[in-house]
């Protein structure tokens, strides 16, 4: 992770006249600080992030997962006067029962079963520096006392030893969880969120800041590979209309199985990892002009249609595709070829019964293309005869 230089934090203190410049400026100064984005979230996050230079209160960031609250909380530390200083994150939730206590805050020799010698914990080993608690919705509540007698005395006390010891450490914690529902449901001390969400940031998810993708899709790209890879334009539109359930993490992890698996300078739609490809087709209405918006039975039926090509007319897949029984789907493709009998004319349904489609865009999807002439056409299923 590259620091955040002195020049750049000088480019950050000009940067908070409100100019035109302004959104580059953060761009330029937030990839330094390993934060990409063009959406206004991200400046907004810098920004905050900018104010706490001078500070080193508690401060608690929110997100779904993979939306970057690590990479926020690192860039806190960096843009802080700590910055020199130990960032230690710990994963509230890897820490186990009873040992998390010890894990946090230490012991001394023979203060339980297993003690075999004095252990400082992490609170005491970030001293002087940041400590980053990281889910910290998982503590149990009686960690949590004691981390609010931290935030609260700048103090630990060790499991087993009689006087606390002082600790200098700035406190940076991440969740997930809306922190207000554990409240209210008792798992969470009411005292230690008021003491944590003084100061908070929020990261929205990917998908509410969707102009974050074409960066970092870049980013990624040229991160993992040295070839000069790109996304072909069908590709690019399912990357910026797919909602990213697991945010910018997902979208990382995509790009890099791609960069593995691709053998092509350009990458396909074919290529993108499912659910991917099916999110596709819908974008290209986004830019439309009012008169050239179709009726939404036409947007379903090129839905629909597109579904059975991107599955090289795999019934099973695409009705699983579009979250829609088979029986459906064929009924739908019935449905078109008697509304509309020159472009779905010649559907036909797979003698083998595997429910595969041919012909429906003019040209057979199947490499081997078999004759017309005695098809079956049975439904296994619903019994009916489709003559697709
Ligand atoms: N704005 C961004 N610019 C560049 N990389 C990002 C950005 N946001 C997230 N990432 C990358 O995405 C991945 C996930 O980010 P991070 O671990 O910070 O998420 P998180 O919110 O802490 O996730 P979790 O809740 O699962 O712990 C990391 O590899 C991180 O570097
Ligand atoms: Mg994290």
Redesign the pocket.
């Known amino acids: 992770m590259t620091q955040c230089p002195d020049q750049i934090r000088s480019k950050y203190n000009w940067a908070r006249q409100p100019t035109l410049a302004q959104p580059a400026l953060f761009g330029d100064a ?1 990839q330094d600080c ?4 063009d959406s206004p979230a ?1 400046p907004r996050v810098l920004r905050t992030v900018n104010k706490l230079a001078d500070d080193v209160s508690p401060v608690l ?1 929110t ?12 860039a806190v530390h960096q843009r802080s006067q700590l910055a020199s200083r130990v960032f230690l994150p710990v ?1 509230s939730a890897s820490l186990v029962g009873s040992l998390m206590e010890s894990e946090l805050f230490g012991h001394t020799k023979g203060a339980f079963t297993g003690a075999v010698e004095n252990k400082q914990g992490l609170a005491r080993a970030a001293d002087g520096g940041t400590l980053f608690l ?2 910290i919705g998982e503590l149990p509540i009686e960690v949590q006392a004691k981390l609010l007698r931290l935030l609260q005395e700048g103090e630990v006390r060790p499991i087993g030893a009689v006087k606390p010891v002082r600790v200098q450490v700035r406190i940076l914690a ?1 969740t ?1 969880r809306d922190l207000t529902d554990e409240v209210a449901s008792g798992r969470f001390r009411e005292d230690l969120l008021f003491r944590l969400k003084v100061i908070s940031i929020k ?1 929205p998810p990917l998908r509410e800041r969707r102009e ?1 993708i074409p960066r ?1 899709t870049r ?2 790209l040229d991160r993992n590979s040295l070839k000069q890879l790109s996304l072909s334009s069908a590709a690019y539109k399912a990357f910026l209309e797919y909602d990213w359930p697991g ?3 997902e ?2 992890n995509v790009v890099r199985s791609l960069v593995a698996l691709s053998s092509r300078p350009v990458i396909e739609l074919a290529d993108l990892p499912s659910p991917l490809p099916s999110f596709a087709q819908s974008l290209g209405d986004r830019d439309a002009e009012p008169s050239e918006i179709l009726p939404l039975a036409e947007v379903e039926r090129r839905h629909i249609l597109r579904a059975v090509e991107i599955t090289k007319g795999d019934m099973r897949a695409a009705a699983l595709m579009l979250g829609i029984s088979r029986t459906t789907l064929y009924r739908k493709l019935n449905a078109y070829r008697n509304g509309d009998g020159k472009k779905e004319k010649n559907i036909r349904r797979d003698s083998d019964g595997q429910g595969r489609l041919f012909g429906q865009v003019g040209r057979p999807f199947n490499p081997v293309p078999r004759p017309f002439g005695g098809w079956n056409t049975n439904d296994s299923r619903s019994g009916s005869t489709a003559d697709l």
Do not use: M
Not at 63 to 74: C, D, F, I, T, Y
């Open positions: 937030a390993g934060l990409i984005g991200i960031i997100g779904e997962s993979g939306v970057g609250k690590e990479l926020v909380a690192r994963d990281d889910e991440a997930n990261i974050d970092l980013f990624f945010n910018v993490r979208l990382e």
